[in-house]
């Protein structure tokens, strides 16, 4: 396919605002490509260079395409800047002034080789022939197409959708309708890799699926729990239940192939191998040919062995001092599931058996890889003195577990169900929300440039950000610095699309929706000024005095909160 027509569609699905509507225009876009270009057209729309987890960054910031589109445009780089603050879009502001281009006719692949090559650039000298080389890449396609080749690096495309749009657009390129979602959905939450799926059912269709499988190096997408308010509805939904303490970290998929290096992938399935030297050395001690190991991961003090806070824990998640870091600030994880072992995928062994493999593999190899401590009862009283004993330790609750329960990947059902502390109280409850957008600060908060964000919870079933809260406390002044740094990085010259937002509740500055910040409330409340939850006349739900509790950089914005999960709390209260 030319990437002229590429970006053609691209034009199309920016001006819908249907879901179903993107998702036909998805599938006849999918249905023109050819079976190699499909994958790389899926990581295109994502702003990706592959999938999530081989980290191929495209290393190119705002400042280094504004002068990339300078050199292409003749226009002084001053001249580019200014025009980029009044039109706000690097992809209009890119095809506004490469109007005249009339392109060589470049292929998907053709230019997703050269995007690649840029990318890969590192070293002395690398920033220049990056610019260089986007510069070149420009003048050799029509201006709709630079547009979109402006707009992928930042990974600011405007389309709208998500990877399980994706899905529905693969299924309707199957047959015409989303019948097929359910299988595709599936063999993606056990192989992580959009493209390689989309290739596969392009190439050899869906029957092709079956043989998708836990590979090691390809991440799994995460099971999720559900929440229940008290340890007697857990022990009514569940009866007799695993029980582990929760522990406040950062959730870890270690995967380990005797020969080979180990990968650690966060809980959105970045690749985080190098941040954690004592990680892959107590893998590297396992008696195994290979093994996918899932654990939470907390820092302790070298001193006392006491857990620390997350945000210190946080601090290990870096590229550079990490050995020093290590040696400060060294981690332990535990150990609470087993998805692949010597050879097989344990995704539908029953949970209490892999529970069993999983401490005869780990046992006490190393102080850096453990098993976590569980238990099994069988009663709510039992179950609550569990819960307060692991409270009284300064932990935040309990997960219980089904002990006859597969492992759901990509999934959140009640075969986990977590109490933390908060759920225990008047709602008090911490609440995982989008940022999407924020109003310019007033009064003594002026000098921040912020006063206030909007925030969210994620609609699975519709694919939308629906509002529940502005946010206008619990900052200290070095974290309102903070977030106005951290916002104006995602900052988008238009409301997305994906957001369903009411009037009345307009940002002076829309974000794209990337930054996930853990919020406590003091209840949950309905309200006709928020739309998470409105259905028809029936209003929405709101929080009662949130403030910010801390960023969770470890969740992707569709990890954050649900609007389900919100309904459910809200009931509980």
């Known amino acids: 396919m030319k990437f002229s027509t590429f970006a053609n569609y691209l034009s199309r699905i920016e001006g ?77 502001l890119t095809q506004n002034l490469l109007v005249d281009n009339k392109g060589d006719g470049l292929s998907v692949e053709q230019v997703f080789e050269s995007l690649l090559e840029i990318a890969i650039y590192s070293g002395e000298g690398s920033q220049e022939l990056k610019i260089s080389g986007l510069a070149d890449l420009l003048k050799s396609v029509d201006s709709l197409s630079a547009r979109y080749i402006a707009r992928i690096p930042v990974k600011k495309l405007r389309l709208g959708f998500s990877d399980m749009t994706i899905l529905d657009g693969l299924s ?9 979602r359910k299988e595709l959905e599936r063999a993606f939450n056990v192989s992580a890799d959009i493209g390689l799926i989309a290739q596969k059912v392009k190439g050899q269709g869906i029957e092709s699926l079956k043989d998708i499988t836990v590979t090691v190096g390809v991440p799994v997408r995460p099971a999720a729990a559900e929440r229940l308010p008290t340890a007697e509805a857990i022990i009514e939904k569940l009866g007799t239940v695993s029980v582990e303490p929760k522990i406040d970290g950062f959730r870890l998929q270690m995967h380990f192939e005797r020969g080979k290096m180990p990968h650690l992938y966060s809980r959105n399935l970045e690749d985080m191998s190098e941040m954690f030297p004592e990680i892959v050395d107590a893998l590297s001690q396992l008696d195994v040919t290979s093994v996918v190991l899932e654990g939470e991961a907390v820092a302790f003090d070298p001193v006392t062995d006491k857990m620390l806070p997350f945000q210190e824990t946080m601090q290990r998640r870096r590229k550079h001092n990490v050995e020093e870091k290590a040696k400060e600030l060294p981690l332990k994880v535990f150990c609470f599931d087993i998805l692949f072992f010597n050879g097989d995928s344990y995704l539908n062994v029953p949970y209490q058996k892999r529970r069993e493999v999983l401490a005869e593999t780990v046992g006490d190899r190393s102080e850096a890889l453990l098993v976590s401590n569980k238990t099994v009862i069988s009663t709510a009283i ?8 692991q409270i009284a330790k300064g932990l935040e609750g309990i997960m219980a577990k089904r002990l006859d329960s597969p492992y759901a990947a990509g999934s959140r059902n009640f075969n986990w169900i977590k109490l933390k502390r908060e759920d225990t109280g008047d709602l008090n409850d911490t609440i995982d ?43 200290t002044d070095d974290q309102w610095k903070e977030m106005k740094l951290r916002a104006d990085e995602l900052a988008v010259s238009q409301k997305p699309k994906e957001y369903e937002v009411p009037l009345g509740l307009e940002q002076d500055v829309w974000l794209d929706p990337q930054m996930v910040v853990e919020v406590l409330a003091d209840t949950i409340t309905r309200s006709p000024n928020h739309t998470a939850g409105k259905v028809g006349d029936k209003p929405g739900y709101a929080l009662r005095f949130p403030r910010l509790v801390q960023w969770r950089d470890d969740k992707s914005p569709e990890q954050a909160t649900s609007v389900k999960e919100v309904r459910s709390m809200y009931k509980s209260g």
């Open 382 to 389: 039992k179950l609550s003195e569990y819960f307060d004993e």
């Open 433 to 475: 929300c989008v940022v999407m957008g924020y109003k310019a600060g007033k009064g003594r908060r002026n000098k921040f440039g912020i006063g206030a964000f909007l925030v969210g919870v994620y609609d699975s079933q519709e694919q939308k950000y629906k509002t529940i809260s502005n946010v206008g406390t619990g900052l």
């Open 172 to 180: 309707w390129m199957l047959g015409g309708d989303k019948s097929h």
């Open 16 to 92: 819908l605002d249907s879901r179903n509507e993107i998702t036909e225009l998805l599938g006849e876009m999918f249905s023109e490509a050819g079976s190699d270009e499909i994958k790389e057209m899926c990581y295109l729309v994502l702003g990706h260079l592959g999938p999530p987890h081989q980290r191929q960054e495209f290393g190119i910031s705002q400042k280094l395409l504004l002068r990339s589109i300078s050199l292409t445009s003749g226009k002084p780089e001053n001249l580019v800047a200014t025009q980029m603050k009044a039109i706000g879009d690097i992809g209009d």
